[in-house]
């Protein structure tokens, strides 16, 4: 049981470069979400999902996008990295009562 | 964005001590989780409170969910070094609306 993988677990960006963070779970969880962890500031959430085709804003959207075309898929798009958005990303699911994060992707924006 | 005032922000123990921390947030929240984070890895639920008062032992772990609700505390007992690492808390407010919000984080370090 692979639970919540996210990929890739490194990535460098260059200023005004894009890319999308993938995020995959086969738990068959309807919730899933996307935080950002930054020094001092621990988990912030960036977007959620209630289910497939339903995306909604967390507490620090800017610069992010994302889509549920699936219940297992929930990928994280920078549109224009910047700086500011180099963090480590965790992705989640949750079953209701319990949640169950990835191991992480470290971003860096140079 | 509100986040929960975890304390203390850092730890630092000799083997065998009993760890004491706590979370306080000016909002009611129906359920306290307890996380904790190793280096490299994403955070692993440590313990879940979902009744105001309610006290929950996991191990050497023992959670209590503050009956203002707007409170819990975490201790561990007797520490070993595999309890090195950054500790969170987290209050979800509503059953069925799954969002969670984070406290700041313990980071315990265990003294030779």
């Known amino acids: 049981n692979a639970g919540v993988t996210q990929t890739p677990k490194f990535q460098v960006l260059k200023t005004g470069q894009s890319m999308t963070l993938q995020c995959a779970q086969d738990?068959?969880?309807?919730?899933m979400s996307w935080y950002r962890q930054d020094p001092g500031m621990g988990l912030r959430l960036i977007h959620y999902?209630?289910?497939?085709?339903?995306?909604d804003q967390g507490e620090v959207p800017n610069g992010y996008n994302v889509s549920r075309s699936t219940t297992e898929d929930f990928p994280l798009r920078l549109l224009s990295a910047a700086p500011s958005q180099t963090s480590v990303y965790f992705c989640?699911?949750?079953?209701?009562?319990?949640?169950?994060f990835g191991q992480g992707t470290r971003l860096t924006v140079v | 964005g509100q986040q929960l005032n975890q304390s203390p922000q850092s730890m630092f123990i000799q083997e065998g001590e009993d760890v004491s921390m706590n979370c306080t947030s000016s909002?009611?929240?129906?359920?306290w989780l307890w996380y904790k984070q190793d280096p490299g890895e994403g955070p692993v639920l440590l313990i879940a409170?979902?009744?105001?008062?309610e006290l929950t032992s996991n191990g050497r772990l023992t959670a209590q969910f503050g009956t203002t609700r707007k409170d819990s505390f975490l201790n561990i007992s007797a520490s070993i070094p595999s309890d090195v690492g950054i500790y969170f808390c987290?209050?979800?407010?509503?059953?069925?609306?799954?969002?969670?919000?984070f406290g700041t984080g313990t980071r315990l370090t265990i003294i030779p």
């Open positions: 738990m068959n969880h309807e919730y």
């Open positions: 989640a699911s949750s079953s209701g009562t319990e949640d169950f």
């Open positions: 409170l979902y009744k105001a008062g």
């Open positions: 999902s209630v289910g497939a085709g339903i995306t």
């Open positions: 909002s009611i929240f129906n359920t």
């Open positions: 987290a209050g979800r407010f509503n059953f069925g609306n799954e969002k969670l919000t």
